[in-house]
């Protein structure tokens, strides 16, 4: 049994299918806004243009952040769609290095949202980070990894891992879409019916989809 109090209402800007994705919201709300600590003019390389990385280059934004999203090359639909959502700059990982370090005058960026759970996008991003900066690691690798840790030493880098999310984030996440400060539907690229699960999970095995909704008749 679920207690009322843990219970979120759904605002009346809010519909059933974006309200359906308020836990990823809710972790990226964790991740930028309790975890990382974003501030007005910080440069946030995010990691990763699938939802996770989406979401968080818009909570990045919602506190006045600069975004740079990366992505691999054949993620250029989704960098496409971040830039929709908001990312200052998209690149992909390859060019990532000589853009960033351009656009930074070679101190690297602020904070680095890791969202992909890929190791090269690890080492990119610990690669990039200025000293005393901020790493958080979003995306989840599912296995070990390798990296330098001596970087994180010389640099005085902060690392962070961000998992899951609280009651509070989901209030939050709920509050900020239906202001219309996070957009979600762009997100939601495909839409179907319980019977046709197989087709909804190989399609989203494909990396054609960004979400995937299914819809009870």
Not at 6 to 22: K, Y
Request: net charge negative; with cysteine.
């Amino acid at each position: 049994m679920v207690p009322r109090s843990r219970i979120h209402l759904l605002p009346d800007a809010v519909d059933f299918r974006a309200g359906a994705l308020t836990d990823p919201s809710a972790c990226a709300y964790h991740a930028v806004q309790e975890l990382t600590g974003v501030n007005a003019g910080d440069v946030v390389l995010v990691s990763g243009p699938g939802p996770m990385g989406l979401f968080c280059l818009q909570y990045v934004k919602a506190n006045g952040g600069t975004v740079i999203l990366t992505g691999a090359t054949r993620d250029r639909q989704r960098l496409e769609l971040g830039r929709e959502l908001g990312a200052d700059h998209v690149c992909t990982a390859e060019t990532a290095e000589d853009f960033i370090m351009q656009i930074t005058n070679g101190v690297g960026v602020d904070r680095v949202l890791e969202c992909s759970g890929a190791q090269a996008a690890a080492q990119l991003g610990l690669s990039l980070l200025r000293s005393e900066g901020v790493y958080t690691q979003v995306g989840i690798f599912g296995k070990p990894i390798t990296f330098d840790l001596d970087r994180i030493l010389y640099r005085e880098i902060r690392l962070l891992g961000s998992f899951s999310q609280k009651f509070v984030g989901w209030e939050k996440a709920l509050e900020l879409c239906a202001a219309g400060r996070i957009q979600v539907s762009p997100m939601i690229t495909h839409i179907f019916s319980l019977k046709d699960w197989r087709e909804a999970f190989d399609l989203f095995e494909s990396g054609a989809a960004i979400k995937v909704i299914f819809e009870f008749h």
